[in-house]
């Protein structure tokens, strides 16, 4: 069992350039997140999509876009990457409610330069 | 939302039992404790949940006092592969979906 996958697992990107982070999972759930980790500190929300078709904003959604493309697939966009967003970004899934916790990917390493 | 308070590190020795200790004092009634941990920028991983029963399972065990105003997982064999950051969590629900906000954690250092 994959699980949740992101991909790519490393990146670097000049300020001012535009990426996507993919992430797919074969769990069937419901529910799909992107958090963000910065050095040092806990995992910090920024958007979620609570079933397909749904998206809402997280604790620091600025500077990004997301799009629930099917139940498999949640994607995260930035459009003008900063220097700030430099962080290692994490996928998760769970089932509609999330009663017995999330699955997490192994995680995005972004670097802004 | 409830808030979590955990201390920022710990240690123990290996074989002996970890207690790690969170306080929510804030917790409403119907949220769940909720832990996790992350071994070394791994993604977090789900280890056990409760709501005001004692839990266990194959990882962990979760007390939660009465009150519900803090709670202590215990790891009752630690081994050196559980150093991790060990984060408690109070699920909060918005709009029929289920997000799970993560503080800052407590660093447990597992000694030989």
């Known amino acids: 069992n994959a699980g949740v996958t992101q991909t790519p697992k490393f990146q670097v990107l000049k300020t001012g350039q535009s990426m996507t982070l993919q992430c797919a999972q074969d769990?069937?759930?419901?529910?799909m997140y992107w958090y963000r980790q910065d050095p040092g500190m806990g995992l910090r929300l920024i958007y979620y999509s609570a079933s397909e078709g749904t998206t809402d904003k997280g604790e620091v959604p600025n500077g990004y876009n997301v799009s629930r493309l099917n139940k498999r697939e949640f994607s995260l966009r930035l459009e003008s990457a900063a220097p700030s967003q430099t962080s290692v970004y994490f996928c998760?899934?769970?089932?509609?409610?999330?009663?017995?916790?999330?699955?997490f990917g192994s995680g995005t390493r972004l670097t802004v330069v | 939302d409830a808030k979590t308070t955990q201390p920022p590190s710990m240690d123990c020795a290996e074989g002996r039992a970890a207690n790690l200790p969170c306080n929510h004092s804030t917790i409403s009634g119907n949220e769940y404790v909720y832990w996790y941990r992350q071994i070394h920028s791994q993604g977090p991983q789900y280890i056990i949940h409760?709501?005001?029963n004692n839990e266990t399972n194959e990882m962990a065990s979760l007390i939660i006092t009465e009150d519900r105003k803090s709670s202590t997982l215990i790891l009752p064999h630690a081994t050196l592969r559980d150093t991790a950051v060990y984060y408690c969590i109070v699920r909060v629900v918005r709009d029929s979906s289920y997000k799970l906000i993560f503080g800052s954690g407590t660093r447990l250092l597992v000694r030989p």
């Open positions: 409760g709501l005001k």
């Open positions: 769990m069937n759930h419901n529910s």
């Open positions: 998760a899934s769970s089932g509609v409610t999330g009663f017995y916790g999330y699955t």
